[in-house]
């Protein structure tokens, strides 16, 4: 394993290569050894430190001393950052005011806006709506006997929802994963300079698309999100056409990026395990702890990163303001301490606390949403494909911080 010895308060270091096939084909071998370590190692490749352990994570994420952005009380000058490259501007444009991209006070005041749309009483009024989606993508390919399922139905699942929402047409869907696909590649490790002027390039397209979107929400209003958007005031203050965009493309982004792979990770996670899909599914009750077992078994998104925003010691490691940290959320869902038996799949367990969705400010907006959707896909495509089977072993996709497969190839 690639943990050596000792660096800063007698933790370990962390030699392995975020490129390396191996490590995303199969993270949970490198978490073990993380946990066996104490938790906490120094990732080299990133240069910076990573926590692992479900409690450290856990306060972290909810410690305001750590945040998404760090632009907000310091300069790039002070924090001796490169100026922002004129090759990405549109999609700098784009994430001006994403929520994942703020702090209190303009975070508090955009989420407000948009969170009264993602409670669970809301959501669960699309229930029957997304019932009935689901069913018809399976009538799709029912009869063929087989089925690419990320294609014909993981993808087109959540964009299609996300994009009712918004109040956009879903047969604008296609156009929405394109776009939405080019800008994520600007998360990845390894991305090039070619996936940066792509990802600016959709980024223009998106922001255009979605400005005349809204114009004619303006001249048409709907009963839609975007819609709340634009009209929505709190204390005399609404939201400007840049925030209208930046949160419909984030609310597009994360609404199917995460989603899609977390599907086709739940069914892989099911038909490699002992347990019988009926019974899995038997109940709502057993349905939501099936649900909440895969989410914490093998989510899609396994590390995010804070920014250190004052000079802080964790752990006995002294962490200086402008510094960087990583937090492995799907690590801290195998933590020994925290879950008994972690790498064991068992939708019986007590304990439901994954980190999936993260914690504290930036918690998942779209968890009630992303819940409800998998509470009725998982258990739509088991009903209706009896005896459905891996036609091969799942590839799992090239990337290592968003975790899911390349395809998944079924037959029943
Ligand atoms: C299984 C599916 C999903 C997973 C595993 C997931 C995971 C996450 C995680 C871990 C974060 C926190 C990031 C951080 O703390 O740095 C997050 C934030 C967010 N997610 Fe999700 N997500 C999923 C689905 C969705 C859906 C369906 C939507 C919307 C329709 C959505 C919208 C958002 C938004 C807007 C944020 C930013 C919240 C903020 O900064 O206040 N997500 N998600």
Redo the contacts with the bound molecule.
């Keep these: 394993m690639d943990l050596s010895s000792t660096v800063g308060g007698g933790h370990s270091r962390l030699a392995a290569s975020s490129h390396d096939p191996a490590l995303y084909a199969d993270p949970y071998r490198t978490y073990a050894a993380i946990h066996r370590a104490g938790g906490t190692v120094f990732w080299e490749d990133l240069g910076h430190w990573c926590f692992a352990g479900h409690a450290r994570v856990n306060d972290l ?1 909810r410690d305001r001393r750590f945040g ?1 952005q760090i632009l907000h009380i310091a300069t790039r000058e002070e924090l001796g950052m490169a100026p922002p490259a004129s090759h990405v501007k549109d999609f700098d444009a784009a994430e001006a005011h ?3 991209e ?1 702090e209190p006070p303009a ?1 508090t005041r955009l ?1 407000t806006l ?1 969170n009264r749309a ?1 409670v669970s009483r809301k959501v669960e009024g699309m229930r029957s709506e997304i019932e009935a989606l689901a069913h018809n993508l399976i009538d799709s390919f029912e009869s063929d006997g087989e089925v690419e399922l990320l294609s014909r139905f993981g993808e087109v699942l ?1 964009v299609t ?2 994009a009712w ?1 918004l109040g956009l047409p879903a047969t604008d869907g296609p156009k929405l994963l394109a776009w939405s696909h080019a800008m994520v590649r600007m998360y990845l490790f390894e991305r090039t300079r070619e996936d940066e002027v792509a990802a600016n390039t959709a980024s223009r397209a998106f922001t255009t698309y979605l400005l005349e979107r809204i114009a004619e929400k303006r001249r048409r209003p709907g009963d839609d999100l975007l819609t709340h958007m634009i009209t929505a005031e709190r204390g005399g203050e609404r939201l400007s056409d840049a925030e209208c965009v930046s ?1 419909a493309i ?2 597009l982004n ?3 990026e ?2 899609v ?2 599907i086709g990770n739940a069914v892989r996670t099911i038909l490699e395990s002992d347990r019988d899909a009926t019974t899995l599914f038997r109940t709502a009750e057993r349905t939501a702890a099936t649900v909440e077992e895969c ?1 914490r078994f093998d ?3 396994h590390l ?3 920014h250190v925003l004052a000079d802080c010691e964790i752990d006995r490691i002294a962490l200086k303001k402008g510094e960087r940290i990583g ?1 492995f ?1 799907a690590a801290a869902n195998r933590d020994p301490v925290h879950f008994e038996e972690p790498d064991r799949f068992d939708p019986d367990r007590t304990r439901k606390d994954h ?13 009630p ?3 409800l ?2 509470q009725i896909a998982l258990p739509a495509l088991f009903a209706r494909l009896p005896g459905l089977r891996l036609a091969q072993k799942p590839q799992v996709a090239d990337t290592f911080h968003f975790h899911g497969l390349e395809r998944l190839d079924l037959f029943w």
């Design positions: 994420l998404r994403s929520l994942l703020l975070h989420r948009v993602f959540p929802v996300i929402m949160t984030l609310l994360a609404g199917h995460a989603t792979h977390q989410l989510p899609p998104l995010f990163m804070r937090l959320l980190l999936s969705f993260g914690a504290g400010l930036h918690f998942c907006l779209g968890a949403l992303a819940r959707e998998l």
